[in-house]
C-alpha cells in the first residue's frame, strides 16, 4: 500500500505562489508516475500536472502550463507543486496521485491507483 501525504496549502493573493508538497510512505513510488488533481466546489476533478517516474518527463494542464512546476525527489519520496502568478480560478482542494500504470501518462483521475485527501488553496482577488 501507498499513503500520500498532502501538505503546503493556504490562502493566498492572486499573484501569489505556494508550494504543495506530497510526501509517500509504504510502498515506494520511485517507479511511479505521479499527478496532481484539483477540484472545485460543484465541479469534477480536474488533471493538473503529471510526472514520470525519473522526472524526465512532465505534463501539465493548459490553464496552468507556464505558471506551474511539477518536480520529485525521489530519495525523499515526495513530489511537489510549485504554482506561481495564482488565480481565483486556481483555488481548489489539490490533491496529489499515484500511478503504476503505462503508459505513465495519464489525465485521467481513474487511471491513478493511490490518492492523498487533498490540500485547500484559496486564492483572493
Known amino acids: 500500500q501507498v499513503q500520500l501525504v498532502e501538505s503546503g496549502g493556504g490562502l493566498v493573493q492572486a499573484g501569489g505562489s505556494l508550494r504543495l508538497s506530497c510526501a509517500a510512505s509504504?510502498?515506494?513510488?520511485?517507479?511511479?508516475?505521479m499527478g496532481w488533481f484539483r477540484q472545485a466546489p460543484g465541479k469534477e476533478r480536474e488533471f493538473v500536472a503529471a510526472?514520470?517516474?525519473?522526472?524526465?518527463?512532465?505534463d501539465y494542464a493548459d490553464s496552468v502550463k507556464g505558471r506551474y512546476t511539477i518536480s520529485r525527489d525521489n530519495a525523499k519520496g515526495t513530489v511537489y507543486l510549485q504554482m506561481n502568478s495564482l488565480k481565483p480560478e486556481d483555488a481548489a482542494v489539490y490533491y496529489c496521485?499515484?500511478?503504476?500504470?503505462?503508459?505513465?501518462?495519464?489525465?485521467?483521475?481513474?487511471?491513478?491507483?493511490?490518492w492523498g485527501q487533498g490540500t485547500q488553496v484559496t486564492v483572493s482577488s
Open positions: 509504504g510502498r515506494t513510488v520511485s517507479n511511479y508516475a
Open positions: 496521485a499515484a500511478n503504476r500504470r503505462s503508459p505513465w501518462q495519464s489525465r485521467t483521475p481513474t487511471r491513478y491507483d493511490y
Open positions: 510526472i514520470n517516474w525519473s522526472g524526465g518527463s512532465t
